[in-house]
């Protein structure tokens, strides 16, 4: 008998005031099927602990996603000449599935190879995620109350940070922290955590 049943079959001799015979210990055998442990559904993410990027340096000018141009063929094309440099490009379209990296890229995936994160658990970081991007501009490229919109920068190196697999999709961030900063060395300070770390 297993300690349910043994447990229901003490508590009715209690009640009863008497001894259980065998057959009556089986009636409660069949009342109290013995149970199955389950496993419970599997999650990849099960017991690990919350992950988070500190510093993930990027070199390089920041590149703005968003305004457009019309190229000499009247298509419409990214205004900024640097975001195939900053954000990546995809060769030919993406059908076929040619990436030529930018630097966001490259940083992130020298910091995967530094902090030896296996490329099998990419994403690195899963479920809601914070962010906080501080971008570096020349200065004397105008002051950096003017364009590029911080918001377009953003959404360029969300982009890439997504084609790096550091998370699943930039919806995943909700709670996100962005400014811009005058400085000679250009490019992005980006931290990043799972919310809740």
């Not at 070199?59 to 205004?79: L, N, T």
């Not at 994403?123 to 004397?140: Q, R, S």
């Amino acid at each position: 008998m297993s300690d349910v049943r043994e447990t229901a079959a003490d508590i009715l001799s209690d009640a009863l005031g008497v001894e259980l015979t065998a057959w009556q210990r089986d009636l409660i055998d069949q009342a109290f099927p013995p149970t199955v442990e389950v496993d419970p559904i599997p999650r990849v993410d099960r017991g690990r602990p919350l992950h988070r990027i500190d510093e993930l340096r990027v070199y390089g000018r920041p590149a703005p996603q968003g305004s457009k141009r019309i190229g000499a063929q009247g298509q419409m094309r990214e205004q900024s000449p640097y975001l195939a440099a900053w954000a990546g490009s995809w060769k030919g379209g993406k059908a076929k599935g040619q990436r030529a990296h930018g630097a966001v890229e490259v940083a992130a995936f020298t910091w995967y190879r530094d902090q030896g994160v296996d490329p099998i658990g990419l994403p690195y970081l899963t479920g809601p995620v914070g962010v906080d991007i501080t971008f570096y501009l020349d200065p004397t490229h105008g002051p950096t109350d003017g364009p590029p919109d911080v918001d377009k920068l953003a959404r360029a190196t969300f982009d890439a940070l997504t084609a790096a697999r550091v998370w699943e999709d930039d919806a995943r961030a909700v709670d996100v922290r962005l400014r811009k900063r005058a400085a000679y060395t250009t490019g992005a300070l980006i931290r990043a955590w799972e919310v809740g770390s």
